[in-house]
Nanobody, 122 residues
């Protein structure tokens, strides 16, 4: 079965950095776009970033553009989200997801990880 497992979350001070990882198994990883979403209690899950299956295309939410970098290593079935200059408003549960379609729409993603918590102290 398909599994996506996130890691790398934690507590960091504002201005600091974290790198999230997403380990994928049970799917032809390079065929899938991989995205990161985030969610805080009481709010809808929101798009953060997406990378195409080949890694040649990326897209970012305006709120993270210039601070976050998405990448992937298809040889290792791994996805990453490098988060720099973190802000208190970046505090959320972060989820990786996989879809055959390269897009921002949450409903297009059929495979999800369990999430990893990122907490940024101000």
């Amino acid at each position: 079965q398909v599994q996506l497992i996130e890691s790398g979350g934690g507590l960091v001070q504002a201005g600091g950095s974290l790198r999230l990882s997403c380990a994928a198994s049970g799917l032809t990883f390079r065929a899938y776009a991989m995205a990161w979403f985030r969610q805080t209690p009481g709010k809808e899950r929101e798009f953060v970033s997406v990378i195409s299956g080949s890694g040649s295309d990326t897209d970012y939410a305006n709120s993270v553009k210039g601070r976050f970098t998405i990448s992937r290593d298809n040889a290792k079935n791994m996805g990453y989200l490098q988060m720099n200059r973190l802000k208190a408003e970046d505090t959320a549960g972060y989820y990786c997801a996989a879809s055959l379609r390269y897009q921002r729409d949450l409903d297009s993603y059929g495979y999800w990880g369990q999430g990893t918590q990122v907490t940024v102290s101000s």
